[in-house]
């Protein structure tokens, strides 16, 4: 089996990921002060393990072992080719259409091998990943085109992960294929996908640690404020062009710009969507563009969020939207959690506006390419 293996895969993944690595060692510091009671982080992993289980097709079964492997307890136990093959019996049982092939005694052990890969806690869940993925297609030759929603690969890239005290990953299908058709592997896509799953279960967890609501702020943070700016100049430039291509199609279509917070009503028409939101009752601040044409309406909020408390510093920037036509108002749900931004206490308001940027225009992308076809 052609497995990831040796120094030099590991030390090309982390010199792809360094700047992602870096990242997610200065917010597991963080989540590692404030992680909060630990009742409560069981307490909501499980409901997240039964949520993904169903939204899979897993049912009781996957719930079960992913409330299970994602326990505290099991975040101990050393990844051996006998506990590789224990799970991958239980992976077997599962239902379609996340049942698992059964895996060889040498397709364990090569396995267990690559969760052992020296380097950062990450790279060797991104080698647990890529090694079970790779066994499992040997284990079942007749199945093509990428990698199907098999579970054991994402269940033993988080015991590796919470081996190194890593809050557990989900399964995830909008992870790249890490072999595309033809055998052509491309473990980068893969490995930055993860590192970004696992900042994002980051954020998730230390959104979960913050006290209950206080009364609202007068104003911004200096660094929520400078970053809510940035967001807003952003969409402010894209808004001329994008109008430019609705009225090509709709003469009397507009582009308009507004700014919110957090105090404002959660139901309200003119605030974000709750699921933009990593704790809706955290402090927030918002930009939205509104896109009208040929009687529909899109409103793309950018969200700026304090994660976890405000002693923590951490904030996380993420984009989704609300689209009203003749049929009424829909959720339009465009990025993914994955796709958030998270900006550090020691960042300045520029370290991440490549990167706030770069999720603001693949928003637009999407907003545009779903209001053109309603």
């Known amino acids: 089996m052609n497995t990831l293996s040796g120094d030099t895969t590991s030390q090309a993944i982390e010199g792809c990921l360094r700047p992602d690595l870096d990242d997610l060692d200065r917010l597991r510091a963080v989540w590692a002060e404030h992680r909060g009671p630990r009742g409560e982080r069981a307490r909501a992993r499980r409901e997240s393990a039964h949520r993904r289980s169903y939204e899979l097709g897993g049912g009781p079964a996957l719930a079960e072992l992913l409330e299970a492997t994602a326990s505290e307890e099991m975040s101990g136990r050393a990844i051996t080719s006998g506990y590789v093959t224990e799970l991958a019996e239980r992976a077997a049982s599962l239902p379609d259409p996340v049942r698992c092939p059964r895996l060889t005694d040498e397709h364990a ?74 055998g052509t592997r491309r473990i980068d896509l893969c490995a930055r996908h993860l590192s970004r799953l696992v900042a994002a279960s980051l954020r998730t967890e230390l959104s979960r640690s913050r006290p209950r609501p206080s009364a609202a702020r007068v104003s911004a943070p200096p660094l929520a404020a400078a970053v809510h700016r940035r967001a807003l100049e952003h969409l402010h430039e894209r808004r001329g ?19 919110g917070s957090a105090p404002q009503v959660p139901q309200a028409v003119a605030a974000p969507p709750e699921r933009a939101l990593l704790a809706p009752e955290a402090d927030h601040w918002w930009v939205c563009l509104s896109l009208i044409a040929d009687e529909a309406a899109l409103e793309l909020y ?69 209001l053109t076809r309603v």
């Not at 430019?244 to 710009?257: G, I």
Request: proline share 9%; net charge negative; charged share 20%.
């Open 109 to 182: 052990a090569d396995v267990a091998r690559a969760a052992s890969a020296p380097g950062h806690p990450a790279v060797r869940a991104v080698h647990a990943y890529v090694a079970c993925a790779e066994a499992l297609h040997e284990a079942a030759p007749g199945r093509t085109g990428g990698d199907p929603g098999w579970v054991l690969p994402w269940i033993l890239a988080s015991l590796v992960l919470q081996r190194a005290d890593f809050p557990p990953l989900l399964p995830d299908p909008g992870v790249p294929a890490c072999t595309e058709a033809g």
């Open 241 to 259: 062009p994008l109008l430019q291509v609705l009225t090509s199609l709709d003469t009397e279509a507009r582009a308009d710009v507004r700014v």
């Open 302 to 370: 950018v969200v700026v969020q304090e994660v976890g408390p405000a002693s923590a510093g951490v904030l996380a920037v993420t984009a989704d939207a609300r689209l009203t036509t003749g049929e009424g108002v829909h959720g339009a749900p465009l990025m993914a959690d994955v796709d958030g931004v998270t900006v550090m206490p020691n960042d300045s308001a520029d370290d991440r506006r490549p990167l706030i940027c770069d999720l603001i225009d693949e928003a637009l992308s999407r907003s545009m390419a779903l």
